[in-house]
């Protein structure tokens, strides 16, 4: 069985920057102001995340890293009305199976802090008391170090880092009004730190660098979409007259998730191409909120691609209103 719990689990926590994005939600979900992030070996030797949000109580602390154990969804009809980034409860678990996990926590009814170990999903030995603040900080060690292939697949710690950086840059700048830290342990020259004041701009400007020098802002809040489920969208896009030789991906959050939508994608990729010069890029940053009702959130947990209702129209509406404004830009 601990195998087969090990195979799913690889499923699922497929590399450093993948445990992040479940650790970091759950900081977020907890609604914490502050998230800290530090890092060895890209992630590999340990990926450490604090936030100062709820915590954990001490009797939940047995069958955390169970599967399927969730405080997030009381029934499922809870699933289309969800505001909280987990539901799954999978995340803790399998990342028990993956690598050494430590949880240190308190809550603000406690007077202390305890600290639990997990291994394949179980507790081992009994939360143990110790001073700290009110929180969680997340510890985890030694990632894969009971799957050798998989391991032996990351080839650079810095290509890793890389990633663990990009996922909490992007959450940085969804997220404003939290205060974000990245530390690359033994490197004193290497943090991140996104102060609470810092605006989403800013934000962009800061972690995307010379890409937001020229970005246009664009809200759509358009009264005919809303029958058919989009209710706004916050888009920061660059100019015709940008000259990125770097391509960085389009970012999109929808409802809050960061997904990946491929039709959008492509949808913004065309009407680029009529506005770049050859060797030239654009970025994108997308957010927006859509009706629950359209968004098809219950699917597998490492797919990002998402769905919605009446894609296609909606879609149009976002490439259309960027084309106008391009070419606005470039008159
Ligand atoms: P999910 O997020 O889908 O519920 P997880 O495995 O990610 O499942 O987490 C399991 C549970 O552990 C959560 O439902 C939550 O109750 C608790 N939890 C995990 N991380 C935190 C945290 N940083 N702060 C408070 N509670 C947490
Ligand atoms: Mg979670």
Redesign the pocket.
């Known amino acids: 069985e601990k195998v087969v719990n090990r195979i799913a689990a690889g499923e699922i926590v497929v590399s450093p920057a993948n445990a992040l994005k479940?650790?970091l939600?759950?900081?977020l979900?907890?609604g914490?102001a502050v998230v800290n992030v530090v890092a060895a070996e890209g992630g590999l030797k340990l990926l450490q995340?604090s936030?100062a949000?709820?915590?954990?109580a001490k009797e939940?602390l047995p069958i955390?890293?169970q599967r399927f154990?969730?405080?997030?969804?009381d029934s499922f009809e809870g699933l289309s009305s969800l505001s909280?980034?987990?539901?799954?409860?999978?995340?803790?678990?399998?990342?028990s199976h993956v690598s050494r996990l430590t949880?240190t926590?308190r809550t603000q009814q406690s007077n202390v802090a305890y600290r639990a170990q997990y291994r394949d999903g179980v507790m081992t030995g009994d939360p143990e008391p110790i001073a700290g603040r009110v929180?969680?900080t997340?510890t985890i060690e030694d990632m894969f170090y009971n799957n050798r292939s998989r391991l032996a697949a990351f080839r650079s710690h810095r290509d890793e880092f890389a990633k663990i950086v990009e996922v909490v840059a992007r959450y940085a700048i969804k997220c404003a009004t939290v205060a974000f830290t990245v530390k690359k342990q033994g490197d004193p020259h290497f943090t991140i730190s996104l102060n609470a004041s810092m605006s989403k701009l800013n934000r962009l400007k800061n972690v995307f660098g010379a890409v937001a020098n020229d970005l246009i802002e664009m809200r759509l809040q358009s009264e005919d979409m809303a029958t058919l489920g989009l209710r706004s969208a916050l888009c920061y896009f660059t100019k015709p007259s940008y000259h990125g030789k770097k391509s960085v991906p389009p970012v999109f959050f929808i409802n809050g998730r960061l997904v990946q939508c491929d039709p959008l994608r492509r949808g913004l990729n065309n009407i680029y191409s009529s506005f770049l010069q050859k060797g030239t890029h654009s970025f994108v940053y997308l957010e927006m909120e859509v009706d629950p009702a359209i968004l098809d959130v219950n699917i597998h947990p490492t797919k990002r691609e998402v769905r919605f209702l009446n894609e296609e129209e909606i879609i149009s509406h976002i490439c259309t209103s960027v084309l106008n404004q391009l070419a606005v830009a470039d008159s």
């Open positions: 479940e650790v939600e759950n900081a979900d907890a914490s995340v936030d949000g709820t915590g954990i939940d955390l890293a154990t969730t405080s997030k969804l909280t980034y987990g539901f799954r409860g999978e995340a803790l678990a399998s990342i949880v926590t929180g969680t997340i």
